[in-house]
């Protein structure tokens, strides 16, 4: 459905500079700064697949989306979205997608929602048949007949952002753009928005591409995720594989009798492993300790059963790395090893 082959988009602006003299040189300055936001990137999304596309702020998401709607023209490479070169086709492309941004709006400001949906049948020349299905639908998975005659100016946040994706399905696009859909929402109107896109992509075999720094989304809808950094494709996989080989580390927390006797142990002496290969938290109030340790360097049977041998453990609870905690490392430090 999408194909994207070494895509690179490069900005080119004037050097800018400090003060008043500074704004006078750039007057006559020639120099010019180049700023690689998507550096040589490639993948392919097929036909149904719901795509997480995550990274930090400024890596080159949203040019990336922008080029794969038409907005921006690639640098280099090609980018082709159901056959068709966003670029240079841009009107039959705008009837391939749909696209919801979190932070703006396709719908008319001053009309009620109803109205705004009219015009837009219009210009996607929707046929009356398939307009009444489609309300019909949106209504049952979006809730839209709760404010559908009222104007989008007094549209709660969670209503606008269930509108602006009926408004992008309205059409019954093959692909769905989805940046930060869910922002600032609160949670059942974050729940709700999930299932419809779930019921939607499952109904319609709608193709989706989701933005977002909400971890949330990506656990409930994501199969398959790609971390873009400094411009540059550094993960292409499942969230399964992205866990088994950068979640590593291990959580056990041990409810104990002496907190400050288990806190002491020489555990790596026991196991005859390095100081460094392990923690130990004590959190005297809750009588327990919190060993954190790399599976590949320890088991949690090995631990579990080494302090159980030396003092008495009344309760214990495992815990794997979440993946926010593992999207976080990536974003500060980068992949530890090649995807």
């Not at 006559?28 to 930090?56: C, L, T």
């Not at 989805?178 to 499952?202: F, H, M, S, W, Y």
């Not at 709608?206 to 398959?224: A, K, M, P, W, Y």
């Not at 005297?284 to 049977?301: C, G, Y």
Request: charged content about 30%; aromatic content about 6%.
């Amino acid at each position: 459905m999408i194909k994207v082959e070494h895509v690179s988009k490069e900005f080119v602006s004037a050097k800018k500079y400090q003060g008043l003299s500074g704004a006078l040189k750039g007057l006559f300055s020639r120099e010019k700064v180049h700023k690689m936001a998507v550096d040589d990137i490639s993948f392919h999304i097929k036909k149904g697949e719901i795509v997480g596309y995550i990274g930090s702020n400024g890596a080159g998401k949203s040019t990336t989306i922008k080029m794969m709607t038409g907005i921006l023209t690639p640098t280099k490479g090609k980018c082709l979205v159901n056959g068709i070169d966003p670029n240079k086709q841009r009107k039959k492309n705008a009837q391939n997608i749909g696209v919801v941004f979190g932070q703006r709006t396709q719908l008319w400001w001053d009309l009620p929602l109803s109205e705004s949906f009219t015009i837009l049948k219009e210009i996607y020349d929707i046929s009356d048949e398939a307009y009444r299905e489609r309300i019909a639908f949106l209504n049952r998975v979006l809730s839209l007949d709760d404010f559908f005659t009222t104007p989008v100016r007094n549209l709660s946040l969670g209503q606008r952002m269930r509108a602006d994706l009926g408004a992008a399905l309205l059409h019954n696009p093959p692909v769905l753009y989805l940046d930060e859909p869910t922002i600032g929402l609160d949670l059942v109107v974050k729940d709700n928005i999930r299932e419809a896109i779930k019921e939607i992509n499952e109904k319609y075999d709608t193709t989706v591409i989701l933005t977002t720094h909400d971890i949330g989304d990506i656990e409930e809808l994501c199969s398959r995720i790609l971390i873009i950094d400094k411009g540059q494709l550094i993960y292409d996989g499942s969230l399964a594989e992205l866990k088994e080989t950068y979640g590593t580390r291990r959580r056990v927390t041990m409810e104990v009798k002496d907190t400050k006797e288990a806190a002491a142990m020489p555990l790596g002496q026991w196991l005859g492993k390095p100081e460094d290969a392990y923690d130990i938290e004590a959190d005297e109030e809750n009588s327990s300790i919190a060993v954190s340790f790399d599976k590949n360097q320890l088991q949690v049977s090995e631990v579990i059963g080494c302090v159980m041998q030396h003092m008495e453990v009344r309760d214990i609870q495992i815990k794997e790395t979440e993946l926010a905690e593992i999207v976080k490392e990536i974003y500060n430090h980068g992949m530890a090893k090649e995807a």
